[in-house]
């Protein structure tokens, strides 16, 4: 088991990076999980007529798999504290190559919570395959749990 001293970290420090493919098959299965049936997240046609460039991944789907290595990389050593994100791009899904989400995560900054426990505030880069930049102020603060 890889074990992690967050008091060695450094600002800026990449701890993990992971590519992601989402298919048209993954936004149904997430579809049926959450119960997020709107049709802009599985028919061209109604994306379309609402001015879409075609069918959209959920924002909960992108925002859950951006932070999937963070959590990886905490295992049982680190809990997350807090998450936020900001949709600044639509994941586009191509119905026959899909998209993919490439993550980075690096720590961004060394915080001391208010009873002295040692945090820190990962950001999370988290762009398409059309090099987009699809989620802003991506920030994930853990501890030790």
């Not at 701890?15 to 989402?22: D, I, K, N």
């Not at 290595?69 to 994941?91: A, D, H, I």
């Not at 995560?105 to 398409?128: F, H, K, M, Y």
Request: proline residues 5%; charged residues 20%; glycine residues 8%.
């Amino acid at each position: 088991m890889m074990t992690h001293d967050i008091t060695t970290l450094e600002v800026g420090q990449v701890l993990a990076t992971q590519t992601f493919p989402l298919t048209r098959d993954s936004l149904v299965r997430y579809a049926g999980a959450s119960g997020d049936f709107n049709p802009i997240h599985y028919r061209d046609d109604v994306a379309e007529s609402v001015g879409l460039p075609g069918v959209l991944a959920h924002g909960m789907l992108t925002m859950g798999v951006a932070v999937s290595p963070l959590l990886e990389w905490c295992g049982t050593e680190y809990e997350l504290v807090s998450y936020q994100v900001r949709f600044t791009k639509p994941v586009v899904v191509d119905p026959e190559t899909g998209a993919s989400l490439e993550v980075q995560v690096s720590v961004g900054a060394l915080i001391e919570s208010e009873d002295g426990t040692p945090q820190v505030r990962c950001d999370l880069t988290v762009t398409s395959d059309a090099g987009e930049k699809v989620l802003g102020k991506a920030q994930a603060v853990i501890r030790a749990a």
